[in-house]
């Protein structure tokens, strides 16, 4: 008894393995009838995906990538007669090719019980990805349209990922005379785009750095990758790739300023006058360069004279800029208020007279400074707060009150 018993559990344990491998049959004719039913064919494949007996087997996987390959054939085939396919069915299909081809080839290489390797679904795998390679393009933009960015990504990935695969360079001579395609360039570009759009700083950087070492609107990923890491505060890194965008483009000018406002931020203020002054050589007429200048010639190297010499000249190409106004009428205005405060520690009338009579010069130096930049940016409260104390240390009732009661509304 305990013998029979034996025998018939080897019978069922065959008779599941037959099983198991007539459903990889089964499920590609049920894709592939006149009229396929897809549905019943992906539930009968995931059994045999799924089986201990049959997972293993390179064909089962073959089998189901070739499912989805045939479903996204016949939508594809509406398309191509000029018929309106189901196009989310016929790219969702397409997207899960190759992960079944990548484990099927993965199975194919293993060496048989000789040790042996000999790959029976290689060929026809990379035939299919073959044909349908320049598809994954074509389904990256259509859910970049639909502003589904991680799907757009995925496809533009896969594109990559497929044209990288060992599968497809299997009999291929790749040298480096060899053309790059230029939809695996587009591929890299689109996927750093839509990466750019997914708030996943590991994706985005990962796309971008691998599209910015492309010769392919390079200067515009450079600035992406850069943006990505400002975002997520590396500053270290933010400012690796903005040195390498330089290098690359000595002429941007998103590089430059960048790095200048990193150098003053950081009190590198001699580093950063370095980069100012090759930003002038390369935009002499650019005022808003002087500007800067003159603001670390003043915050950072307290020299006043350099700096009322760049707010001068920023005045000079754009005299409507009205920082500038008001950062060299503070330069006079700072040294008033130092000499009016030397004057108030004078005991001797006379002496004290003169020296307040200097602090009122440099109020009415700054003074027109103030008043065109609180023209041009009236609700600046610095420009306010300047003219008001301007008014009143140089006598004008009737200007301090105006400026006193506007701020004092302005307040409430």
């Given at each position: ?22 459903a ?48 996204f ?90 044209s ?24 890299n ?8 759009q997914?708030?996943d ?38 400012e ?97 208020v ?19 009579e ?14 065109k ?24 009732g ?13 307040s409430?």
């Amino acid at each position: 008894m305990k013998k029979l018993g034996f025998t018939l559990g080897l019978c069922l344990v065959a008779a599941v393995s037959f099983g198991q491998k007539k459903a990889v049959a089964e499920a590609l004719k049920l894709a592939k009838d006149a009229k396929p039913n897809f549905t019943e064919a992906r539930t009968t494949i995931k059994g045999a995906l799924d089986n201990a007996e049959t997972k293993d087997d390179a064909k089962t996987w073959f089998t189901a990538g070739q499912i989805e390959s045939l479903q996204f054939d016949q939508e594809n085939t509406k398309l191509m007669l000029g018929q309106q396919p189901d196009e989310a069915t016929m790219y969702s299909a397409l997207n899960e090719v190759y992960p079944y081809f990548s484990k099927a080839y993965e199975l194919d290489k293993m060496p048989d019980a000789k040790g042996k390797v000999k790959p029976k679904y290689t060929k026809d795998m990379k035939a299919i990805l073959k044909a349908n390679l320049p598809y994954y393009i074509n389904g990256g933009a259509y859910y970049f349209e639909q502003r589904d960015y991680k799907k757009a990504y995925d496809f533009f990935n896969q594109y990559i990922n497929i044209s990288d695969a060992p599968l497809m360079k299997e009999g291929e001579k790749v040298d480096e005379t060899t053309p790059v395609d230029s939809n695996y360039i587009y591929a890299n570009y689109y996927a750093a785009i839509a990466a750019s759009q997914l708030n996943d700083h590991a994706i985005a950087v990962e796309a971008m750095t691998r599209a910015s070492k492309i010769d392919f609107k390079q200067n515009e990923v450079l600035q992406y990758l850069a943006d990505e890491y400002q975002r997520a505060g590396d500053t270290e890194d933010f400012e690796k790739v903005l040195g390498e965008g330089l290098a690359l483009f000595p002429k941007e000018p998103y590089y430059l300023l960048n790095l200048i406002n990193i150098y003053i931020n950081s009190n590198r203020n001699e580093k950063a006058l370095e980069y100012i002054n090759t930003a002038i050589q390369n935009d002499p007429n650019n005022a808003q360069l002087y500007d800067v200048a003159g603001r670390v010639y003043e915050s950072g190297l307290k020299d006043y004279a350099k700096a009322e010499e760049f707010f001068k000249k920023s005045i000079e190409l754009d005299s409507e800029n009205a920082e500038a106004q008001s950062n060299l009428g503070r330069i006079y205005f700072n040294q008033g208020v130092t000499q009016l405060d030397e004057a108030n520690n004078i005991a001797d009338v006379k002496k004290y007279n003169e020296e307040k009579e200097k602090a009122k010069d440099l109020f009415r130096k700054a003074l027109p400074y103030f008043e065109k930049a609180y023209k041009l940016n009236p609700d600046a409260n610095d420009n306010k707060m300047a003219l008001r104390s301007i008014y009143y240390n140089l006598d004008m009732g009737d200007k301090f009150k105006e400026m006193d009661e506007l701020m004092n509304g302005s307040s409430e």
